[in-house]
DNA sequence: AAGCAGCGTCCTGATAGTTTGGACGCGCCC
DNA sequence: GGGCGCGTCCAAACTATCAGGACGCTGCTT
């Protein structure tokens, strides 16, 4: 791990929706580091278009986002697959479809179909970032970790507490990621945000690897009433993807890799 | 300008639709560095979710990308602003509306609306990135520049042919440099694709610096009967941009910066 | 109005991280 | 089955990075 790009993503992780623009001294102090060398990190990521320098030598994102964004999308043949079943799903059922992804050691939320009568998820838009311990796919996509990750994931990140709920134990949270590989779907019940519940299952590639989740979110009381119905869905669903992504042959045009 | 850091952006910038997964070897051959350090960098990129690691060892644009990107939406004041105009613009004229930045020297499409009879622009996606020295947006920002920059930029990044029309003569580029400064407009002839023509205006900040630029753009034949048009309506467009941008006070409610 | 405090920026020597080249294990193609 | 190419990992040589301080500036206080 070299030390400089350590200190990169040290920097990209200060910024969030609170905190758009970072000073010199401000970066310097967060991270126990000299003044100096958080200049020379700010205007060097600066340099190579990740951060972008504003009037009176304070730092945000830069547009280079943008384009990393779009080199993503290519990139992940479930995606479009499961967009286009995130797209069926909501229509289905009405309610609020994630797609997400484990990134170092977090979950991303990698797209987002809101239903018709979906329950506003304030803490989901496509690219938010959430600790894995906690939410339907963040112990789904937990669970399908070699056993000694999973104990580098919660050890790099933690267990905070966000609802009542949350399982903040360690010993709780192995129980329930082994319930969820014997059952195969992973429940939330108001874990992330009090009065929403949300059932996720797994997307396995070509090779069986899990390489992102897909739920159903709805407020709580209404998921209740069709749980049964909602994991049936999400399963189905989820496993139309995985066969999918093991037909590579489509439309009778074979896959040109 | 940490050398460390210049690698990393050295190999973003390998990264385009046609090459979304490179692997150590190909890395260190195209930069020419040891294999062994461009297999350190990829796993630190990786480890910063910059990259992402695939079945094999080679590396993709990683999903931190998507919250990135979340990111660049808040922290840029004009672009709120820039969109309502620009899909304003395209209601009236039906045409494609363009707005773009300058980052590291060269153009990041940052919002695109198409008007109901646009013209397909295949190279503009929002986060398409293009050189400077043609586009009207391209020009129009590097106008703006300080001279010094111009060449800094010009040097960098060479002056690739796109079309036959495209300017790859530095002492001519200077000279349309000139004339758009003077005009406060940039028009582009089919400079980057064949058949299509736009008009670019600079939006300035409360300072008064061009921090992007808005263009219409339209097939070369429709684009020269509306010439006239198009140019007063993106300078009144822009200039109603920047008022805007010039006004902290809105609706009564002060900036509570 | 002058002084002060805080910020971003830049410089130089001391240091520690980076770089190199090679060796290993693996899968693939011949 | 053998060879080749790839990704991965290791230890020493070296070069870029790091820390501390000084400068100019802006905005605020006295």
Redesign the interface.
Known sequence: ??L???N??RI?DL???EH??LGPTEVAAKLAMSKSKAH??L???A????L?RN?GGRY?????????????A???PFRPLARAMALRLARHCGEMIHVA?L??GRV???DRVPGARAAKVPVS?????LPAHCSGVGKLLLAHLEPAEIDVVLDQHGMARLTPATICDREALYAELHRIRRDGVAFDREEVQAGLSCVAAPIADA?G?VVAAMSISAPTRRFTDNEGAYRATIVNATEGVARQLRAPVLDGVPDVS
């Open positions: 791990m070299l400089t790009v350590q990169v993503g990209l910024y969030d929706l758009a623009e020379l990190l205007t060097s990521m340099e190579i278009g990740l972008r009037h945000c994102i830069g547009w280079r986002a943008l384009s990393l964004e779009r080199l993503v290519g990139n992940a992804a990134d170092a991303v939320y990698v838009s496509v690219g938010a970032v090779d690897n």
